[in-house]
């Protein structure tokens, strides 16, 4: 829905919210920014919810009950909560992460899915939706303050996130709570931003929005409230693909570089023959046929594509110069060779790189927080990290 | 909270009562005739009747212990409607004799506009549209009706003061109200043509009074008459089994009951094969009635079926070329069901018309919100509709679902909704492929299905699944819009001629 604008509705709530000083001449709220509302927990969801709460935190208990023995590969050891939301999921028959019948059904799916436990939490400063320039028309983005900005002494980053779902599926709504997890935890202001989805828009489409709303960030962080100096980006799966991505053109084509990116479990590779792509194709939440599927939306499988490093940035080049890096990674996710593996050659192209592989998560765990302690303590660590780098 | 009221049938005088209940009054009824009632205030041909037993067809907020039949008549249903009105004061929140031409969505205000035909313009932030579907006349397009000299009127607009006595009447259609009004005239008719089309299954009502002594007993014990009410509707619940999950149960039982009804009352032959349907029953209405075949086996009716050529100025002429001299012609055809809004009449987000977006297939979200329409919610939307049990019990599952709808979004600051397309989308293909697994998915024609034969009316499925989803308003499938900080909805509000004001709670003109 389009919003009317009421020039400068919101211009005296948000300048409380900025440090001081951080007001420079002339900035101004977008003029259309609109608090955003959240999502109610239904009550039966919210009597679900406290099931699976309670299930997971005696996962260990749960899964001698279904004499469901621990799994270990490589010597990584499944999380047991991770265990036990992956047999409940299969008992649903879901056993494809993000795949349906059409990407609208997926769509649908994968959001009443996510959204189905999901909560306002943690507590923002405040949380506004407006619209910026966009290649292909305007680009809705959200704008996240947490409530360290009002104790801060200094502008916080802004951190540019890329939401995931194979580049087809999920919205700013899914990765909600996930950006107010890293924006509280790592004391930075989050921009989600609602990038145009495959297959309707493949290639280069999303990347273009990801680079023309890092490139207004860049620019209008200030106005934000928050470091112009220090404007970065972030991602998971398809979103860390972009996120990287957006890093390596700006290096490339000149404009603003990011300060900064944080990728969780990103998709950096088109090899499908790593041994985690192989070995976790199938019984950990992302299979092979999503991967495939995702990848058909995106690229459909153009063969120079798949070499090309605005697709898969392991295969630049030449990396040096990629602006520092938080690389996080699960030990049960298909993806999980590439993003090692692209934190050892960026660290080798000479980047800082700080890289944490959560041993025992699969693919999407930031989307379990709101259930799994496990999950959020693992999304916590990276952005703690994240934190330390900036 | 404010909002502007379509309609005052069984949906517009529900809901009104519903938000009462909830605090809120600042709402209008706009209704086009002078009288609550809706389609029981318009149907009055001679016995009309529900064929749904009235313990169940009525709210169960508002309970009616003197229902002196199983099946209501027409005058008990609407005495009932009135008295609903006047007991929760609704009179004065409706505006009579004031058409609803026109509704747009005003994005700015996040409200809705409602132009009626006087010229007044009212403005509220949610639309409730009570129109039923049932509610505009069907008329067919005969050639040579215009020169008909005799009087011509739909049942539904009954003409009381011409006289049948003594006349040769023809009669079109043989639905749910020919059924009803055939037995009602027969006796004072010289002579009945009636045209049928397809003939319908019809089986015995299991009608009869309800003594006063039961009607003493459910004043005194609201208990008793809510068992009541509880058995009726699992007993007409039960019935959708078939329908939905085995339809050929309908055939082995319901067809075979039906037959040996039809050849124990029609003994001719000829007249015998005529009125036999020709397809599964169930998927068009089944008619309850223990006078129709009665009334047409009389030697002064003739049941004619090979359609209607053209009219003439005194006769009616059939495929055949037999004209048949008639007084009068009485239309049984029912009503515009798949065009439940007229084009024009609601227009939402960037200039949309509803009418237009549907086409010749209406959907909704759960029957009740549509993409592209914010903050307006229809009872009684495409989906809905039910053939085995109350019409009441699906409204009142969409009652509960607009109250918890506007109230969660009041708590959330929330002032404007609209359901995402994919969403709605989604739940068409689910009730869809539903659908096609039951008897309406097997190919019958009728005002269930739209010209392609999709199904865009019923509920293809037993209705507490129905009530089960509109439990709890499901915000996650909507667009939400916040209100600004210090901003407030729009309240209720009136243009004139004069100029524009706002209206307490409903109540000044």
């Known amino acids: 829905m389009a919003y009317p604008r009421e020039p400068g509705a919101l211009a005296s709530e948000i300048r409380a919210l900025r440090p001081a000083g951080a007001d420079a001449p002339g900035s101004m709220w977008p003029e259309d920014a609109v608090p955003v509302p959240d999502y109610p927990l239904s009550q039966g969801a919210q009597r679900e919810q406290k099931i699976a709460r309670f299930l997971l935190g005696r996962a260990r208990e749960m899964l001698r009950l279904r004499r469901m023995r621990p799994i270990e590969r490589h010597g990584r050891k499944l999380d047991p909560q991770m265990q036990l939301l992956l047999a409940l999921r299969a008992q649903q028959g879901q056993t494809n992460l993000l795949l349906g019948d059409s990407p609208a059904q997926a769509r649908v799916q994968v959001r009443m899915g996510t959204l189905r436990f999901a909560q306002a939490e943690p507590a923002m400063a405040s949380v506004h939706e407006f619209r910026i320039p966009g290649p292909g028309g305007s680009l809705r983005v959200r704008h996240y303050v947490p409530h360290a900005a009002s104790e801060a002494n200094s502008p916080l980053p802004l951190m540019v996130f890329l939401h995931g779902g194979g580049f087809t599926v999920c919205d700013l709504d899914t990765h909600d709570q996930p950006c107010r997890t890293i924006a509280d935890r790592a004391r930075v202001q989050v921009l989600s931003v609602d990038y145009r989805l495959s297959p309707e828009h493949p290639y280069p489409a999303p990347v273009e929005d990801a680079r023309a709303a890092f490139a207004w960030a860049a620019e209008h962080a200030g106005m934000l409230g928050a470091d112009p100096k220090r404007v970065g980006v972030a991602g998971d799966s398809a979103g860390g693909n972009l996120a990287t991505v957006t890093a390596l053109m700006a290096l490339r084509e000149g404009g603003p570089v990011p300060h900064v990116q944080f990728l969780i479990y990103p998709v950096v590779d088109a090899d499908w023959t790593r041994p985690s792509r192989v070995e976790l194709s199938r019984d950990f939440g992302l299979t092979l046929k999503d991967m495939e599927w995702s990848t058909q939306n995106y690229t459909a499988f153009d063969e120079a594509l798949q070499a090309d490093p605005a697709v898969v940035p392991i295969r630049a080049k030449s990396l040096a110069g990629m602006p520092r890096a938080v690389i996080l990674t699960a030990g049960f996710d298909p993806l999980r060779d590439e993003g090692n593996d692209y934190a050892?050659?960026?660290?080798?192209?000479?980047?800082?790189?700080?890289?944490?592989?959560?041993?025992?998560?699969?693919?999407?765990?930031?989307?379990?927080?709101?259930?799994?302690?496990?999950?959020?303590?693992?999304?916590?660590?990276?952005?703690?990290?994240?934190?330390?780098?900036? | 909270m404010s909002a502007v009221i379509v309609g005052s049938g069984f949906a517009g005088i529900g809901i009104a009562i519903q938000l009462k209940k909830h605090g809120v009054h600042d709402f209008v009824i706009l209704e086009q005739a002078g009288d609550v009632g809706g389609v029981w205030r318009d149907n009055t041909y001679p016995g009309c009747a529900c064929d749904v037993p009235s313990h169940l067809y009525s709210f169960s907020f508002e309970f009616n212990p003197d229902w002196t039949r199983e099946y209501g008549p027409q005058r008990e249903i609407y005495a009932y409607l009135r008295r609903c009105a006047d007991k929760y004061d609704l009179r004065q929140h409706?505006?009579?004799?004031?058409?609803?031409?026109?509704?747009?969505?005003?994005?700015?205000?996040?409200?809705?506009?409602?132009?009626?035909?006087?010229?007044?313009?009212y403005s509220a932030q949610f639309l409730l549209n009570g129109m039923g579907g049932l509610s505009r006349p069907a008329l067919p397009s005969i050639p040579g009706l215009e020169t008909f000299q005799g009087a011509a009127?739909?049942?539904?607009?009954?003409?009381?003061?011409?006289?049948?006595?003594?006349?040769?009447?023809?009669?079109?259609?043989?639905?749910?109200s020919a059924i009803q009004?055939?037995?009602?005239?027969?006796?004072?008719?010289?002579?009945?043509?009636?045209?049928q089309r397809s003939a319908p299954w019809v089986v015995p009502k299991e009608d009869g009074d309800i003594p006063a002594y039961r009607r003493a007993a459910f004043g005194a014990m609201p208990w008793l008459q809510k068992a009541a009410r509880e058995r009726y509707y699992w007993t007409a619940e039960s019935r959708i089994f078939a329908f939905v999950k085995r339809p050929e149960l309908l055939e082995r039982f319901g067809e075979r009951r039906a037959r040996e009804y039809l050849e124990a009352e029609v003994q001719d032959p000829e007249l015998r094969a005529k009125i036999t349907p020709d397809y599964r029953m169930g998927c068009k209405r089944i008619l309850l009635s223990n006078d129709w075949y009665a009334a047409i086996t009389r030697d002064h009716v003739d049941v004619l079926t090979s359609g209607i050529s053209h009219v003439t100025e005194g006769g009616v002429v059939d495929r055949d070329g037999v004209e048949r001299p008639v007084d009068a012609i009485i239309f049984g055809t029912g009503f515009e069901a798949q065009n439940p809004v007229p084009a024009g009449a609601i227009v939402g987000r960037d200039g949309k018309d509803l009418a237009t977006c549907w086409g010749k297939t209406p959907r909704a979200y759960k029957g009740t919100t549509v993409a592209g329409f914010p903050n307006l919610f229809l009872l009684g939307g495409p989906n809905t509709g039910i053939g085995h049990t109350s019409m009441i019990y699906m409204l009142e599952s969409q009652f509960t679902y607009v109250l918890d709808a506007i109230t969660s979004m009041k708590e959330r600051r929330v002032r404007a909704i609209e359901v995402r397309q994919e969403h709605q989308d989604a739940y068409n293909e689910r009730v869809q492929a539903k659908s096609a697994t039951t008897v309406w998915g097997q190919g019958c024609r009728g005002w269930y299905y739209n010209a392609d034969g999709v199904n865009t009316a019923l509920w293809p499925d037993f209705t507490f699944h129905f009530r089960r989803q509109l439990k709890e308003f499901d915000a996650v499938a909507y667009h939400q819009e916040a209100l600004r900080p210090g901003e407030d909805v729009r309240t209720l509000w009136v243009r004139t001629p004069d100029g524009e004001t706002e209206v307490a709670h409903g109540l000044s003109a």
């Open chain 1, 344 to 390: 050892q050659v960026l660290r080798a192209a000479g980047t800082d790189v700080l890289h944490f592989e959560a041993e025992g998560m699969v693919h999407g765990f930031i989307n379990m927080a709101s259930v799994s302690t496990s999950a959020r303590d693992a999304l916590q660590q990276g952005c703690d990290q994240l934190a330390a780098l900036l």
């Open chain 2, 181 to 195: 009004f055939v037995p009602g005239i027969i006796d004072q008719v010289a002579h009945v043509d009636i045209y």
């Open chain 2, 94 to 121: 409706i505006r009579f004799n004031d058409r609803v031409e026109r509704c747009i969505y005003d994005e700015r205000h996040a409200s809705w506009t409602v132009h009626t035909q006087s010229g007044r313009a």
């Open chain 2, 153 to 176: 009127f739909h049942s539904a607009r009954w003409n009381h003061d011409y006289d049948l006595k003594g006349k040769r009447v023809a009669v079109i259609g043989t639905g749910a």
